[in-house]
């Protein structure tokens, strides 16, 4: 059975950089997309960025673009989010999911097959 476990989360001054991983086990890394998604109190979960399995396709929401960038390192089964510049909006529970798409797909939506425990990041002023 496939397990994703994040960390990195934290209190970050806003303007600051912050850096999420995510570790993942029991399934064919090499295989999944990955994707960071957020969800804020009273808001609606939203993918904040996404790499195919090969690396070759990642996406970004408008609202990160330029600030975040997201990538794996498929022989630590790992994947990252660099947020640089952060604002007190990127406050929320960040969480790693995996599809299982081998090579440079793009999933839509939010169905994927695995889902870690979610890390808090709070931005402070």
């Known amino acids: 059975e496939g397990r994703l476990v994040e960390s990195g989360g934290g209190t970050v001054q806003a303007g600051r950089a912050l850096r999420l991983s995510c570790v993942a086990s029991?399934?064919?890394?090499?295989?999944?997309?990955l994707a960071w998604f957020r969800q804020a109190p009273g808001k609606e979960r939203e993918r904040v960025a996404y790499?195919?399995?090969?690396?070759?396709?990642?996406v970004y929401a408008d609202s990160v673009k330029g600030r975040f960038t997201i990538s794996r390192d498929n022989a630590r089964t790992s994947a990252y989010l660099q947020m640089n510049n952060v604002k007190l909006e990127d406050t929320a529970v960040y969480y790693c999911?995996?599809?299982?798409?081998?090579?440079?797909?793009?999933?839509?939506?939010?169905?994927?097959?695995?889902w870690g425990q979610g890390t808090q990041v709070t931005v402070s002023s």
């Open positions: 999911a995996a599809v299982w798409l081998p090579g440079r797909g793009v999933a839509s939506g939010s169905t994927y097959d695995w």
């Open positions: 029991g399934l064919s890394f090499d295989d999944y997309a």
């Open positions: 790499i195919s399995s090969n690396g070759a396709s990642i």
